[in-house]
């Protein structure tokens, strides 16, 4: 009997997590972040931003190619100096700008100190719709332009929070003047900094704070807020939410950070 009863369990378990709806992909692979033609931002694939002829494509000769969602940002020979793009071993072209940083002087509240982009040059090498998602940069200072018909491939829907920047209307881009960052959450800014100052709203250094801040000076950078690889917190597992790893829903990212 007692077999029996737990033999039910065990089949009861099982058909609930059978119905269970699956948990959605963690993980760059799919993402929006994905440039290949199965990847998250389809129009990218399909211009041929992941697209690379070189360095053993599968099929040989001088038309074969292979599609590499990591190789648009990374390469593991030649890359660009860390100190450079403030990202590891970065194969996309950096923009030239020289950005316009938070609005601290009309903050009465803000302690954090001077402000130092970090590991964000990075993300605004794309961002800032300067300069092409498919152009790519290595040591030697030569930049190449990947894609199917040979063109730059420009979003300027990706710099909607900069300022100043004109008309953003499609075509080949680029866009320039996309560096004026004063009206958007401060990045490149120490968050231990602002917490020595005296910020009292701000939450302790545990938990998922403890991923989502950079470097031993604890900084707020892009990525404190999104993971483009989708593997920390709810990044990737919430649709349309762009790749953040705290929700928005309830204010649980603001509060991560911020006693309210």
């Known amino acids: ?50 697209r690379f002829k070189w360095g053993g494509a599968p099929t040989g000769g001088t038309n074969s190619y292979y599609q590499n969602p990591c190789q648009v940002c990374h390469i593991p020979h030649k890359s660009q100096a860390y100190a450079t793009a403030k990202a590891p071993l970065w194969n996309h072209k ?29 993300c605004l090498s794309c961002h800032d719709g300067s300069v092409a998602i498919n152009q790519t940069s290595g040591a030697s200072g030569s930049s190449t332009t990947n894609s199917l018909n040979g063109a730059a491939v420009y979003v300027p ?3 909607v929070e ?4 004109g008309t953003v209307a499609s075509g080949a881009g680029p866009y320039v003047g996309f560096n004026n960052l004063t009206q958007m959450h401060p990045i490149g800014v120490s968050y231990s900094t602002a917490v020595a ?39 990737g597992t919430i649709p349309y939410d762009h790749a ?3 929700p928005l829903e309830g204010g649980t990212l603001c509060l991560t950070c911020h006693k309210k």
């Open 162 to 165: 900069t300022l100043n920047a």
């Open 244 to 246: 953040l790893i705290q």
């Open 94 to 122: 950096l923009s030239a700008n020289t950005y316009v940083t938070y609005d601290s002087l009309g903050s009465a509240t803000y302690l954090g100190g001077a402000i130092t982009l970090g590991s964000s040059i990075a």
């Open 157 to 159: 829907s990706f710099a």
């Open 1 to 50: 009997m007692k077999t029996m009863k737990r033999l039910s369990i065990l089949l009861a378990l099982g058909a609930t997590v059978a119905l269970m709806p699956s948990v959605s992909r963690a993980t760059i692979i799919g993402g929006s972040h994905d440039f290949t033609s199965t990847g998250g931002y389809l129009t990218a694939g399909t211009n041929g931003v992941a």
């Open 197 to 235: 100052n005296g910020d009292t709203e701000l939450q302790p250094v545990t938990g998922i704070l403890t991923k989502m801040l950079k470097g031993t000076s604890q900084n707020v950078e892009c990525a404190s807020c999104h993971d483009i690889h989708e593997t920390v917190g709810t990044a």
